[in-house]
């Protein structure tokens, strides 16, 4: 077991790649540097995560809802995020469960962690794969203006690299961003970015299929 078992978000993250862009994902395997990865080299994907300083890691821990009365259309999941140490994507985010609060504690904000990521692929961390993406799950939402500006700083970071990412993914709990880093022209405000959404019942799916 991985520290922190962190393979639940990765797991998580190719599930959710799979189901919103199709079968060119079906095939990544959970490995390291990068987390997810091709058998024949052609994409490896960093999995990692952000969340900004001045929030909260969780609004509620779950061993501090004792004797809190939860709604019967919630007991399922909650009971679910209880038993299984894990609630990303459950109750919108509300909680952490116990097993993810070390990796949710760990997690930096985004520009930094684009930085240390970006700083990596560029120095042939990851090894060599044809191309390379980044996937953050984000436990703040973001605007689609954020979204935006935070593309262009991920491509203005590698412009002079040798060695980038292709493709970033922003994963909120009901929305995935894929972003084209090789078409980002911020002069001309030329950028390729998509928006997918993510149903509560698509949540419920990624979650009990990653555990």
């Known amino acids: 077991m991985r520290k922190f078992d962190t ?17 060119h994902y ?4 959970n490995e390291d540097r990068p ?7 052609s994409l490896g994907i960093e999995v990692t995560r952000a969340m900004e300083p001045d929030k909260k890691v969780a609004q509620a821990l779950l061993k501090e ?12 999941e909650v009971r679910q995020i209880i038993s299984s140490g894990y609630g990303y994507g459950l109750q919108d985010g509300r909680y952490v469960g116990s097993l993810e609060y070390d990796y949710w504690m760990l997690a930096q904000p985004l520009r930094r ?6 700083s990596k692929v560029g120095a042939g961390f990851y090894g ?8 953050i799950f984000c436990k ?18 590698q412009r002079h690299l ?4 292709s493709t970033l993914y922003l994963s909120l709990i009901d929305r995935l961003y894929v972003c084209d880093l090789t078409n980002v022209d911020r002069l001309l405000h030329k950028t390729t970015c998509t928006s997918h959404e993510i149903t509560r019942e698509m949540c419920k799916k990624f979650f009990i299929n990653s555990l």
């Open 7 to 23: 393979c639940f978000f990765e797991r998580y993250a190719q599930i959710c790649l799979e189901t919103l862009l199709g079968d």
């Open 26 to 29: 079906s095939d990544l395997v």
């Open 35 to 41: 987390d997810l990865q091709k058998p024949d080299r």
């Open 65 to 76: 809802m004792a004797g809190v009365p939860v709604e019967e259309k919630d007991r399922e």
């Open 113 to 118: 962690i684009i930085e240390s990521k970006i």
């Open 128 to 135: 060599d794969f044809k191309e390379y993406g980044l996937y």
């Open 140 to 157: 703040d939402n973001l605007s689609e203006e954020e979204v935006i500006l935070t593309m262009e700083y991920a491509s203005d970071l």
């Open 162 to 165: 040798d060695i980038r990412y």
